[in-house]
């Protein structure tokens, strides 16, 4: 344990052990990577560096890609300064009918009827309120892995500001991603069948 607590190292080994994961060493430039499964969906945490010198961010990352059946996609967000300037600017917020809910989040996608059916999950909606900053996605493939996948490939992508030490956090944001993959699949949106997953 470090003179602030657990490294990421120890946290996340133990996020490994306790949800059945494995955890990759990192080399010199990039850090240790979780590859959890749920059902055959593999589902990656890792962490990325942007910037130079004395002006670095680090940010906390989860993938799960799968086999899109639809071409359905979201971005799920906290309310702050800024979503309200991107209210200003036209962007459109989607409701789904919970009104605490849709108070305390900014919803858009390409579909209403499904971002409905999606968020009356209560278990996602409970998930998500636990996030005191979380920014989820359903989007095509973005490259980060060494396969491209092919054109009905999709992920399931969240990202976060800093490395989370927290381990019931990170326990919680698995949970999120396994019942939102389970409930795409309900939905006939995401195919059950496996994907797999090479780091570059």
């Keep these: 344990m470090g003179l602030f607590g657990p490294s990421k190292k120890e946290v996340w080994e133990q996020l490994s052990r306790e949800i059945n994961a494995d955890y990759i060493e990192g080399g010199f430039f990039k850090g240790g990577v ?6 055959n969906w593999i589902v990656m945490f890792d962490t990325y560096s942007v910037g130079s010198s004395n002006n670095v961010r680090t940010y906390t990352r989860i993938r799960a890609p799968f086999k899109s059946m639809d071409s ?10 800024f979503s ?28 209403e009827e499904l971002l409905i ?13 636990l996030q005191k ?4 996605e359903v989007k095509d493939d973005d490259g980060f892995f060494i396969n491209q996948f092919s054109s009905n490939v999709d992920e399931l992508y969240f990202v976060v500001n800093g490395v989370i030490r927290d381990i019931e956090r990170l326990k919680d944001l698995y949970e999120l991603f396994a019942e939102v993959l389970k409930e795409l699949c309900v939905m006939s949106i995401a195919s059950s069948e496996q994907v797999e997953v090479d780091l570059k």
């Design 133 to 136: 900053s979380i920014y989820l």
């Design 84 to 111: 309200d300037l991107g209210k200003l600017l036209g962007m459109q917020d989607i409701s789904v009918g919970y009104g605490e809910f849709d108070d305390d989040f900014i919803i858009k996608g390409n579909n």
């Design 117 to 129: 059916k999606l968020f009356s999950n209560e278990k996602i909606r409970e998930l998500l309120e």
């Design 72 to 81: 359905f996609y979201f971005k799920i967000y906290r309310k702050g300064l």
């Design 34 to 39: 979780v590859k959890a499964h749920v059902d």
